[in-house]
């Protein structure tokens, strides 16, 4: 049973943003910081990245931990109302997830997805995972190597 009236579900539900999130703001305002430069919110790449390198062909997503299914096991034992509902509707943007990353693996982008917890709690991990992600694209490069992404983590845990 849910806690709030239907005219309150609708108003939280109206102020989910799909862009600009807390979590990418955050996240994207430290890798300026560390003079990384980027696109945000990519449109000519699969799954629009939230955060695109292009230079070196890093495609970075900021999952929130509800709609991507973070710990789904537990968490989806956890929706009590409209289960038919939910419970397809963020197991489907979890194998879009899938899918978009095997997209891009195989156009040559490394794939980096960061939970909402770890940019939360581990913001400098995260931009160290980019970091190193660049470093790497920077040898394949002075190496003469297609990048692949293939030796990058894709899903930061």
């Known amino acids: 049973m849910d806690d709030l009236t239907p005219e ?4 939280n539900m109206q102020a989910i943003k799909s862009k600009d999130t807390s979590i990418e703001l955050r ?7 560390s003079g990384i430069r980027y696109r ?3 449109k000519k790449l699969p799954g629009k990245p939230d955060i695109a390198i292009t230079k070196y062909q890093i495609a970075v997503f900021c999952d929130s ?3 991507h299914g973070y710990d789904w096991e ?3 034992q956890r929706i009590k109302s409209n289960r038919e509902y939910w419970v397809p509707k963020i197991e489907r943007n979890m194998e879009r997830d899938k899918a978009v990353t095997h ?3 195989e156009a040559g982008w490394t794939v ?3 939970w909402e917890w770890q940019i939360k709690k581990h913001l400098d991990e995260c931009v160290e995972a980019v970091k190193q992600a660049i470093a790497s694209a920077e040898r394949k490069e002075e ?4 990048q692949s992404g293939d030796d990058m983590p894709h899903d930061i845990c």
């Open 40 to 42: 945000k919110n990519y």
């Open 112 to 114: 980096l997805r960061f």
């Open 8 to 11: 309150q579900r609708r108003k």
């Open 27 to 33: 996240l994207r305002k430290a890798l300026w910081q």
């Open 103 to 105: 997209q891009l693996q």
């Open 65 to 67: 931990d509800f709609w």
């Open 74 to 76: 537990i968490r989806n």
């Open 143 to 146: 190496a003469g190597i297609s």
